[in-house]
């Protein structure tokens, strides 16, 4: 290796990274509730303790028992699924607060291909490890992984556990679930008594930042090429 070519692996390795800015994140779609509750289920809008003065949000409001006995709401329509996979979704955000005196929120997010866990077959992933709100807690930007690392495949409600892959259940996402979980056992959540805001509920598309040190050394190649094209011509 030349030392002129040393000299720029060099340079570029130390002094690229600090000037390359990291790749901008893509929103594919987003929940604000200034209209209703956007698909969001079974869950009405509420702006009392909103972002700001009458600012509309989703109010989970469980009761800890039957069909609104958990801190969980789904999104089944068009908007909010498809090709997760070919979009490069990588995460979900959202503003949220947990208004509840009782119960600790566990948040996870659900991801399956099918409409409903209750229904037999497809597969189903949920996050790993839960993000924890104490009760009675402001307003908090949260962010969850939808990388397959973060997520644990799980049975639906009759014990099946899916056999399609990551990849496979991302390129067809037909549900979406927020849900509070102590534990990563499946698509459905614990019992909680409270009220759970959500706001701004968004898919997140965060690319995969560029080696800053590849391109400094393809653009210190270049340089060098150019430097003897210009001396043999």
């Not at 939808?146 to 496979?168: F, I």
Request: proline share 5%; charged share 15%.
């Amino acid at each position: 290796m030349t030392t002129s070519l040393r000299f720029l692996l060099y340079v570029f390795a130390v002094f690229i990274p600090l000037t390359i800015p990291a790749s901008a994140s893509s929103v594919f779609v987003i929940s604000t509730f200034d209209s209703g509750s956007d698909g969001w289920q079974p869950w009405d809008t509420n702006t009392a303790g909103g972002l700001s003065p009458g600012n509309p949000y989703l109010s989970v409001d469980a009761d800890g028992s039957g069909v609104k006995g958990k801190a969980i709401t789904f999104n089944p329509t068009a908007e909010w699924t498809g090709d997760y996979l070919s979009a490069g979704i990588t995460e979900v955000r959202l503003d949220i607060a947990n208004m509840s005196e009782f119960d600790t929120l566990n948040l996870r997010v659900a991801i399956g291909n099918r409409a409903s866990p209750m229904q037999s077959g497809g597969t189903w992933w949920v996050s790993s490890a839960p993000i924890t709100i104490p009760t009675s807690s402001g307003w908090a930007q949260v962010s969850i992984s939808l990388k397959e690392a973060d997520l644990v495949r799980v049975g639906n409600e009759m014990g099946e556990l899916g056999t399609d892959t990551y990849a496979e259940t991302f390129s067809d996402v037909r549900n979406i679930r927020l849900l509070s979980a102590n534990l990563p056992l499946g698509a459905i959540g614990d019992e909680f008594i409270g009220t759970v805001a959500m706001d701004n509920i968004s898919l997140i598309a965060v690319p995969e930042p560029c080696s800053a040190m590849l391109l400094g050394m393809c653009v210190g190649l270049g340089l060098l090429r150019r430097r003897r094209f210009t001396v043999i011509g």
